[in-house]
């Protein structure tokens, strides 16, 4: 290949690969015998989060198209707000972090 | 335990035989009403390794040669038999439809966006707006890469449809990756090497041509 | 259903080759997805395969496909 290209710089690899390892870290659900609530609580707030991402993607993507009026963006935007807020609430009540919401789901991956 | 791999959804049935897959097996298709699941049928999924994972991309870059529309499927997609692949997938065949319209005659550019900070949200006109408002439009900065405006400029209309995650992690900022017509990559990257100075304080890094792994899914 | 182990996955990402890591990056992070499997397990035992492909599919029902 003859096309030049902008070097990628040696620590900009490591980020990349760093990030790439955090996404393959992603853990997979089973239920912990001494705390099957939290376990049941990781799975469920996982499905509400990928849930809360498509109604956030759609309600952004109708505010972009303006087919949303003032009134609508903002009772949609406190809703989607007031959902994060209690995901995040419900999470920490039962010790999980943000990152314990994405479940590996797929064969080898995440699902979204 | 043996199934059925599933490699690449087609827009069209291939005009030859489509030849063999990574374990050496003949492969196939499978008719889903409009568009086709590319197939193997193999004793079981192969695991992940720089090898694999080359000889998959190098299958479906063959087959891409003789097919205008291809999707290709998350690695390691193994279902017990053509009924599962089909029921899992025909109720989505809408969606994929247009997703293989979306890619047809086209290729996938890759850029990295680098640098120590984002850009800072620019002025919405928002800010007489209630709080539901300025979190949606938060959100949707989000989603954003106003990073590469200038390069997006100058690429114009040989950008097609675009992908983007940001990451926030300096100094990994955020990836792009935009959908091109097949042909057009040199091109593509020449307009990335001019755009260079312009684009700092960030820099880009672009790899391709790939196939549209991005784009089978919606925007 | 037969699934590579995840320590395999990860160990495919002990590289600074940048063009091998944008083609993990392709191959096991995106790609179409056509049914996601959770595994659920009881004391570290695999008992029940739960599959989201109808998640999946309302997934795409909700997406809305125009630009």
Redesign the interface.
């Known amino acids: 290949m003859s096309e030049r290209r902008p070097p990628i710089e040696v620590r900009e690899i490591e980020s990349l690969r760093a990030e790439l390892q955090r996404q393959s870290n992603a853990p997979r659900w089973n239920a912990d015998p001494q705390d099957v609530q939290r376990s049941v609580a990781q799975l469920v707030l996982t499905l509400v989060e990928f849930l809360r991402q498509l109604l956030e993607r759609q309600a952004i993507r109708r505010m972009e198209r303006d087919s949303l009026t003032a009134e609508e963006t903002e009772d949609i935007g406190l809703a989607l707000m007031r959902l994060e807020e209690t995901v995040r609430e419900l999470a920490d009540r039962f010790g999980l972090q943000p990152e314990d919401l994405n479940l590996d789901l797929g064969p080898l991956g995440k699902l979204l | 335990?043996s199934?059925v791999y599933?490699y690449?959804?087609l827009g069209a049935n291939p005009a030859t035989s489509p030849g063999v897959g990574v374990s050496d097996e003949p492969l196939r298709t499978v008719d889903l009403g409009g568009l086709f699941a590319l197939v193997g049928d193999v004793p079981?999924?192969?695991?992940?390794?720089?090898a694999t994972?080359?000889a998959?991309?190098a299958v479906l870059r063959r087959l891409a040669t003789g097919v205008d529309a291809i999707?290709?499927?998350?690695?390691?997609?193994?279902?017990?038999d053509d009924a599962?692949?089909v029921?899992?997938?025909t109720?989505?065949r809408?969606?994929?439809t247009?997703?293989l319209a979306q890619v047809s005659g086209c290729e996938q550019m890759?850029l990295?966006v680098?640098g120590e900070q984002a850009a800072p949200p620019a002025d919405a006109g928002v800010t007489d707006?209630?709080?539901?408002?300025?979190?949606?439009?938060a959100?949707?900065r989000a989603?954003q890469v106003p990073e590469v405006d200038t390069l997006r400029r100058r690429l114009g209309a040989l950008v097609k449809?675009e992908r983007v995650e940001r990451?926030d992690?300096?100094?990994?900022l955020a990836t792009v990756q935009h959908l091109v017509p097949r042909g057009e990559?040199?091109q593509y990257?020449?307009e990335?090497?001019a755009a260079?100075a312009q684009l700092a304080p960030w820099?880009?890094?672009?790899?391709g041509p790939?196939?549209p792994?991005?784009f089978?899914?919606?925007? | 259903m037969t699934t590579p182990t995840r320590a395999t996955a990860r160990d495919v990402l002990d590289t600074t080759d940048s063009s091998l890591l944008d083609l993990v990056d392709n191959l096991l992070n995106r790609g179409v997805v056509i049914s996601g499997e959770v595994m659920l397990g009881l004391a570290g035992v695999d008992l029940v395969y739960l599959r989201v492909s109808a998640l999946l599919c309302a997934a795409d029902r909700i997406s809305d496909g125009r630009p």
Do not use: C, N
């Not at chain 2, 079981?44 to 720089?50: D, G, R, V």
């Not at chain 2, 089978?216 to 925007?219: C, F, I, L, N, T």
């Open positions: 335990m199934g599933l690449a959804l079981a999924a192969l695991a992940p390794s720089p994972l080359t998959q991309d999707l290709p499927a998350r690695f390691g997609t193994l279902v017990a599962t692949l029921e899992s997938l109720a989505r809408t969606e994929l247009r997703a890759t990295r680098w707006a209630g709080p539901g408002a300025r979190y949606l439009a959100r949707r989603r449809a990451h992690r300096p100094p990994l990559s040199a990257l020449a990335v090497e260079g820099r880009v890094t672009v790899t790939w196939l792994y991005a089978g899914g919606a925007a």
